[in-house]
């Protein structure tokens, strides 16, 4: 059976998750993406919390309250990133809500953990790529090699994370965790 039928997020009425709680635990998503990582990074690799949220919610929510929270949460990265990037994230996030909402109503019966797992490491191989291209400058020398490993290691992390959160959220939903 696919995550939705599982979990009971078939409904319309599911899809529909309230703005308050979204806005809430995309503020408290974006305070760990932006504290937590500068002092916890596993060999200057951290997960990418913002984007893990925006793949979890992308079954939970609707398009256009994923794309508010994308919007919102990628301004304040850019806000915080510096001159040379901003737009950035707001953009790429867009995006990832986009072509997620677009996955997903594709293949509307088979979210499951793998299909997860898999759009998080695309897209965090993707998101790292972009970040490093607008670093670029003609005398740029990359080491393809160290970026690799780091692009796996973000991975790893991300997937990690993704599955434990989802497991997390699966039992809260069977009420084997109470609130």
Known sequence: RSFKARTGVCGKGAEVVRIRWLVLSALAVL?????????????????????IYIVLMSIYTD????????FAGGLVLDLLAGQG?????????????????????????????????????VLTVL?????????????????????SVRFGSEVLFNCAVVAFSLSVIQLRQRGIISS
Request: proline content about 3%; overall charge positive.
């Open 127 to 147: 998101y790292g790529l972009v970040l490093h291209a607008s670093l670029l400058a003609p005398d740029y020398v990359a080491q393809w090699q160290l970026m």
């Open 63 to 70: 398009t256009v309250r994923l794309l508010w929270v994308a």
């Open 31 to 51: 305070l760990l993406q932006l504290t937590w990582p500068a002092q916890n990074s596993i060999y200057w690799v951290v997960p990418n919390f913002f984007l």
């Open 85 to 121: 990037q901003f737009g950035l994230n707001m953009a790429f996030f867009i995006f990832v809500a986009l072509f997620l909402k677009l996955v997903w109503q594709l293949d509307r019966s088979n979210v499951q953990m793998a299909s997860l797992l898999l759009v998080t490491s």
